[in-house]
């Protein structure tokens, strides 16, 4: 199964609590925030494969002292997120940073600021199923916004190594091909916006890419470069993504091969890839309706494939909501169309 991208909805912010008397007050707790969530899902295919039932759960630390913090997000699940993961459990992101506002610098495992930053699903897109998207990486980020109803946000970014832990699927990313490994990231992004009124906010995005493929048959240089929009309008949104990827970073995919074969296929990757993301959005009172659409072509062997996911939220109040989504996944290539998901996904989600 695909299964999820795995972004939980972040806690909501707490309120000020009235500090205990000076004597039995220990100095740390002024210091740090605890949060976290879990997420039931539920995963049930209508095209005759298996179903499944997984619990994701997270905890959020963070600590300041002026100028200085950290921040910490181990997360647990019950079976293995992928199976290229060493253990049930990992550490999603674990940096220390210095805050000069308005730039903060980041020291740790971070994640990368590749494009649109997410489409607020939960089952994910093909681009989060391919290691672009929810990306940590380590290394270093410097990173600000200037300007409040009008400016831009920036990124600068060097990854020596990647994190292992995205949600790419077998193949599809570096991180899962035995002994290779994503080096020597930059990446820069900038995303200017500005605020129309109260309710409307235009953004824009500008992220170019640069990594070493270190894979088993050699290393490859690879470019990325990608341009965003996102439009919010009261409870209505709009978004979307251009990204192309210019260089090799996996080794057989879209076709993996069959050394079995007599003669045996040999695996094919391709070079050139074009990722497109659009979706909408819209809600009212508790109940927010929502669809979105990934493409992935590679160029370089005629493949294509699509990922349609509508779906429905309800938000119960502050801390619990409900997602239900359908994925349409086919693959489009010269030997016929195949199917990749077809599914109904269910998740119910709680945060503190």
């Excluded at 200037?146 to 990647?162: M, T, Y």
């Amino acid at each position: 199964m695909p299964g999820p991208g795995v972004e939980p909805a972040p806690a909501p912010e707490k309120k000020p609590v009235p500090k205990p008397p000076a004597e039995t007050q220990d100095d740390w707790t002024k210091h740090v925030h605890l949060s976290g969530g879990i997420a039931l899902y539920f995963y049930q295919p209508t095209n005759g494969w298996k179903n499944q039932f997984l619990v994701y759960s997270n905890l959020r630390f963070d600590a300041r002292w002026k100028p200085f913090g950290l921040h910490l997000e181990p997360r647990l699940s019950n079976e293995k997120m992928r199976s290229y993961y060493e253990s049930l459990a990992w550490i999603q992101e674990a940096y220390l940073f210095y805050d000069a506002a308005p730039v903060v610098l980041k020291v740790g495992k971070i994640y990368k600021q590749l494009g649109l930053f997410w489409d607020g699903t939960f089952y994910g897109n093909i681009q989060v199923y391919e290691g672009l998207k929810l990306d940590p990486n380590a290394g270093l980020s410097l990173e600000g916004t200037l300007g409040e109803r009008a400016g831009a946000a920036f990124w600068a970014q060097f990854f020596v190594v990647d994190g292992h832990t995205n949600a790419s699927l077998v193949g599809r990313d570096t991180i899962s091909i035995p002994n290779a490994r994503r080096r020597n990231t930059l990446l820069a992004r900038v995303q200017p916006f500005i605020q129309l009124s109260r309710k409307a906010k235009l953004e824009f995005g500008f992220t170019g890419e640069h990594f070493e493929a270190d894979l088993p048959s050699g290393s490859n240089s690879v470019w990325r470069g990608a341009v965003d929009t996102k439009l919010t309008w009261g409870g209505l949104g709009f978004w979307g993504e251009v990204l192309h990827q210019s260089g090799k970073s996996v080794e057989a995919y879209p076709y993996p091969g069959n050394p079995n074969a007599n003669p045996p296929v040999p695996p094919r990757a391709s070079a050139h890839n074009t990722y497109l993301l659009a979706g909408a959005e819209y809600t009212i009172a508790p109940v927010t309706v929502r669809y979105n659409l990934s493409i992935a072509r590679y160029s370089d062997l005629s493949v294509q494939e699509v990922l349609h996911v509508p779906g429905v939220g309800i938000k119960f109040n502050d801390n619990t909501s409900f997602l239900a989504e359908y994925a349409i996944w086919p693959q489009y290539s010269p030997a016929g169309t195949a199917d990749i998901d077809h599914s109904l996904n269910l998740t119910w989600m709680g945060h503190f």
